[in-house]
């Protein structure tokens, strides 16, 4: 197993603990969050949309994800702990019942499909590098059911979106770029970025409970 894993997954329980906690302070409304998503539809709501920054790659999809994940997601670029201009700049524009809300309402959206115990293995390269990342310790054995809902689902997440997530967590110099994630970029930082591409374009290839939503206004 990787060396860094046991310390990590002590600060995970008690980072996940203390997220948990504070998830529970506020209840989350979905139809409510339903009507406070206009600024997030312009991207997340868009099938294929793409944002060139800091390159170009296809938004996250975030219908079936966690709303613990989210929230804590909102708050992250909120504080500054993920630096990204313009998702700083709405993080900050939301109130903490705006935050619960949203993430109920995406939450509520996924595709409540349900998924095998076990991912589907991959190249022999992939499999290497997950084992040595020890991503199956967070995210589940299938990537979409991680041990706390504080963590992401990852499966069939888009790749260049991953990609572009983990290249962001071995970010420590730049003022608008990176993610201050200790254990992630403990993590991320033990690969190449093309490793990184490979351990991304597997995660996306997998069946997963993701996906955009797109109103249909824009269809």
């Not at 993430?103 to 499909?113: K, L």
């Not at 260049?160 to 110099?173: E, G, H």
Request: charge should be positive.
């Amino acid at each position: 197993m990787n060396k860094f894993l046991p310390s990590l997954l002590l600060l995970l329980a008690s980072t996940g603990t203390t997220l948990s906690a504070m998830a529970q302070d506020i209840k989350g409304d979905p139809l409510a969050g339903s009507k406070k998503n206009a600024l997030c539809v312009g991207c997340h709501g868009i099938k294929g949309f793409h944002t060139a920054f800091p390159e170009t790659h296809q938004v996250p999809k975030l219908s079936g994800q966690s709303a613990p994940y989210i929230m804590a997601a909102l708050q992250a670029y909120k504080s500054g702990e993920r630096k990204h201009p313009s998702m700083r700049t709405l993080a900050s524009s939301l109130t903490a019942q705006d935050i619960a809300d949203l993430a109920a309402y995406y939450e509520s959206t996924g595709t409540g499909v349900t998924l095998a115990p076990q991912a589907q293995p991959g190249s022999a390269k992939a499999a290497e590098l997950v084992t040595k990342a020890g991503c199956t310790s967070c995210h589940g054995e299938n990537f979409s059911k991680p041990i706390s809902p504080t963590y992401p689902k990852i499966a069939g997440q888009h790749g260049d979106y991953l990609y572009v997530a983990l290249k962001a967590y071995k970010t420590t110099d730049k003022p608008l770029i990176g993610r201050g994630n200790a254990i992630m970029g403990g993590i991320a930082k033990q690969f190449s970025n093309a490793e990184l591409k490979v351990l991304a374009d597997y995660v996306a290839s997998l069946p997963g409970e993701l996906q955009t939503v797109q109103p249909a206004r824009f269809k």
